[in-house]
């Protein structure tokens, strides 16, 4: 019995998971590999490193690829040590949590508001203009590449944090958000997945400079 036993054995255990690929060329991917930006309806996109180089340059994913337009995600990470944001300003932007991103939707021409929820990334309704009146004054908002970079603004116990970082990190934190969540207010383990989570925002932030190039 023991080799039928040993040839079954092999249908019971699980399929090694098969490697990511760019979503471009089809080459395999590392974990830690980059991201485009289509454009046509703001998805991300897989990408190998000479394709992510290929719409490395602004403007350089205007031309069509017969599969959308495409613009890669820096690997920039910028902190607003001077950024502050009291209860005031927080209650105007109407977020119900303490973290949110901003992006520009350059198709729009606006800063667009999200924020991580059990249902996802979630709109902020709020008029564009009070979005500018409460980042307006941090030099990262001069800074932001629209489409593939967010602020992200964390307030907690009366402390605001304020980073320029890449889009995709943003959407893997509401990732993270919507699979863990418990409760009204997250529970325990999403509470330890955003202090892990801005504990490698901070570590790979530089503090931005006022002559920094856009």
Request: glycine share 8%; aromatic share 8%.
């Amino acid at each position: 019995m023991s080799a039928p036993a040993t040839g079954l054995r092999r249908f019971r255990a699980p399929a090694p998971p098969r490697p990511e690929r760019c979503e471009l060329c089809g080459v395999a991917l590392t974990d830690r590999h980059r991201h485009l930006v289509r454009l046509e309806n703001r998805s991300l996109t897989c990408a190998c490193t000479p394709c992510a180089l290929l719409f490395e340059q602004q403007g350089a994913g205007q031309g069509r690829t017969g599969q959308g337009h495409y613009r890669t995600v820096p690997d920039r990470y910028l902190a607003d040590s001077a950024h502050a944001l009291d209860d005031g300003a927080w209650e105007q932007l109407q977020i119900p949590v303490g973290t949110a991103f901003f992006f520009r939707n350059a198709e729009l021409d606006r800063l667009v508001a999200l924020y991580p929820s059990p249902a996802g990334a979630t709109e902020s309704e709020l008029d564009p203009a009070s979005w500018q009146a409460v980042l307006g004054d941090s030099p990262l908002a001069a800074l932001l590449q629209p489409d593939v970079e967010a602020l992200l603004v964390r307030r907690e116990q009366g402390a605001a944090e304020c980073f320029l970082v890449p889009i995709d990190i943003c959407y893997e934190l509401v990732g993270r958000m919507r699979l863990t969540w418990q409760g009204f207010d997250g529970g325990a383990e999403a509470r330890a997945e955003l202090a892990a989570f801005f504990e490698n925002v901070r570590a790979r932030a530089r503090t931005v400079r006022t002559e920094e190039p856009a």
